[in-house]
């Protein structure tokens, strides 16, 4: 199942990004789901998770910033980013959580926060 994430760009610090990811052919309901992100140099970590019965859960880094919601009926995830920090910086992916391996990952969005 491929997983198509949208939304990223370039933004300075402070600013928001709203983004997507469709999960087209999955059994996207009874799935929890997560938001990754991988910086240059750096290993693939999780940002956020959203369960079937929609309880969240979020990294220290991202708390009271990113707001992770999903839609069952589009299958489609999403994650409100406020408050950039160029840390931040990243390509950003959904997968279910914990991963699966017969989700493909897909080229992710890249989200820039510049200072």
């Known amino acids: 199942v491929q997983l198509q994430a949208s939304g990223g760009g370039l933004v300075q610090a402070g600013g928001s990004l709203r983004l997507s990811c469709i999960a087209s052919?999955?059994?996207?309901?009874?799935?929890?789901w997560g938001w990754y992100r991988q910086a240059p140099g750096k290993q693939r970590e999780l940002v956020a998770s959203?369960?079937?019965?929609?309880?969240?859960d979020y990294a220290d880094f991202v708390k009271g910033r990113f707001t992770i919601s999903r839609d069952d009926a589009k299958k489609t995830l999403y994650l409100q980013m406020d408050s950039l920090k160029p840390d931040d910086t990243a390509v950003y992916y959904c997968?279910?959580?914990?991963?699966?391996?017969?989700?493909?990952w897909g080229q992710g969005t890249l989200v820039t926060v510049s200072s």
């Open positions: 997968n279910s959580n914990p991963p699966r391996s017969w989700y493909v």
């Open positions: 052919g999955s059994l996207f309901s009874i799935n929890a």
């Open positions: 959203i369960v079937s019965g929609g309880s969240t």
